[in-house]
Each structure stands twice: as structure tokens, then as C-alpha cells.
């Protein structure tokens, strides 16, 4: 299997998803880069994928320098120390996937102001409350968004992101979908847009709870 067909049978399966669900729901696909060289990100453009994700700033820098000349979206979906920030901001990310702290706001905050810079950013929310996950708790997230909007001016949030319970279990990870969609609805008010859920395990399954934005890496990028 190449690429391609990675790609086209992904594609494929996020629409059937999305049809059975939601017919007028526009579903964006981020493909994650991580397991990725740059010849294969490049390969992945060529079949017509525009969004990438990294969770390492310095991978995020080599890649996103290689390939400087294509017209790609780069998304930033890992946790990020505040020693990384300035680095990751210098990348101008179309999306900070993984704002997971107020610290981590704070920061971001003071940079942006000083460089007169904004940021787009999903508030991303522990879900399923594991300890080795960062994240809002989910009965903080909400408070915490408008806390964010309130006192971080150049941080502009537009959804939620989460990663499902790390488990076989489908009732549990569609347990933890659903905390993620309710909080995302209760901020739809304050122009919540983005409901980043699902990953190559279970997409389909976000899909169905709501999710308007996958994240895929394995599934595209292993045994290509
Ligand atoms: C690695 C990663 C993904 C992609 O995971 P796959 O299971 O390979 O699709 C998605 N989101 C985040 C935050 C990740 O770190």
C-alpha cells in the first residue's frame, strides 16, 4: 500500500462517518507527521493533503524549514514546554492544538503581546482524567476558556481538543467523546468552532460524537 491509497481509503471512511452522521458537517483532516519524513510529507501534499500536525517543536522546525517552498498548514498538537515557545512561535502554526495549561497561556500570552503577534488555539481537555495526558480537567475547561479569552487577548480559541481514553473499550472512549462534544457545545456561544476528536484507532467512533477534526498519523503514514 502507498501513500495515496492510505489517503484515499482515509478519506473514505471519514466521509461515510461523516454522511451517516451529518450530512452538513464539514469534517478537516490533519494529517500527523510524527512517524513521517519530509519526502514522505511532501509525497502526502502531492496527493492533495494540506494539513499537518507535529508534537515535537524541533521536528515541527526541520520539517516545516525543508519544506518552506510548499504551501503547507502546519498544526502543533504536543505538549509544549515553555523553553519551546518562542521557537514554536517563530513557525507562525496555523493551529496550537494542545493549549494545555493556564501557565502555558500566561506564557504564550506575554510573548505574543511583546511581538504583536496572535495565535489561533484549541483548549485541550484530559477527558478521560488519565494522568499521563495533559489537559484541562473537564470540569474546569469551561471557566478555564473564559478565563483565557478574558485575560489572554492575543490567544484566540476557536474549540476544544482531545485525545479518547487510552483503552480497547469502545463504550469508555465514546464516554470520554462525549464529555469533549459537551463542553465544546456549552462554548459554542463563545465561538467554539473547532472540535478536534479522533485518531487513526477511532475516528469513525469521534466522528459519530461530534468531532469536525481528525487527526490521523499512523493510519496514513505506516506501511506506506
Ligand atoms: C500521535 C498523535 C495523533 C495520531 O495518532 P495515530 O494513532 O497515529 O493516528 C493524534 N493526536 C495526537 C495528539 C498525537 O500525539
Redesign the pocket.
Known amino acids: 500500500m502507498g501513500l495515496n491509497e492510505n489517503l484515499i481509503q482515509a478519506i473514505e471512511k471519514i466521509e461515510k462517518a461523516r454522511v451517516r452522521t451529518d450530512r452538513h458537517r464539514i469534517v478537516r483532516l490533519v494529517a500527523?507527521s510524527?512517524?513521517a519524513t519530509s519526502q514522505e510529507i511532501q509525497a502526502l501534499y502531492e496527493c492533495g493533503q494540506r494539513a499537518f500536525?507535529e508534537?515535537k517543536v524541533q521536528d515541527l522546525q526541520e520539517k516545516s524549514d525543508k519544506l518552506n517552498n510548499l504551501p503547507l498548514e502546519w498544526h502543533f498538537?504536543?505538549t509544549l514546554q515553555n523553553n519551546k515557545i518562542n521557537a514554536l512561535l517563530k513557525l507562525k502554526p496555523t493551529l496550537l492544538?494542545?493549549l494545555h495549561s493556564l501557565n502555558l497561556a500566561y506564557e504564550l500570552q506575554k510573548r505574543l503581546e511583546r511581538d504583536n503577534l496572535t495565535l489561533k488555539a484549541l483548549l485541550q481537555v484530559n477527558s478521560a482524567k488519565e494522568e499521563s495526558k495533559s489537559g484541562f480537567l473537564p470540569e474546569i475547561a469551561q471557566e478555564s476558556y473564559h478565563k483565557i479569552q478574558e485575560e489572554c487577548p492575543n490567544i484566540k480559541l476557536c474549540g476544544i481538543m482531545s485525545?479518547g481514553a487510552h483503552t480497547q473499550e469502545t463504550k469508555i472512549i465514546q464516554k470520554s467523546f462525549e464529555v469533549s462534544y459537551k463542553i465544546f457545545e456549552s462554548l459554542k456561544t463563545r465561538g467554539a468552532k473547532t472540535l478536534s476528536l479522533g485518531?487513526?484507532?477511532d475516528f469513525e467512533l469521534a466522528i459519530a460524537c461530534g468531532s469536525n477534526c481528525v487527526?490521523?498519523?499512523?493510519?496514513l503514514f505506516k506501511n506506506a
Not at 215 to 219: F, Q
Request: charge should be positive; proline fraction near 0%; charged fraction near 10%.
Open positions: 500527523v510524527k512517524y500536525g508534537n498538537i504536543g492544538q494542545s485525545i485518531m487513526s484507532g487527526r490521523l498519523g499512523s493510519i
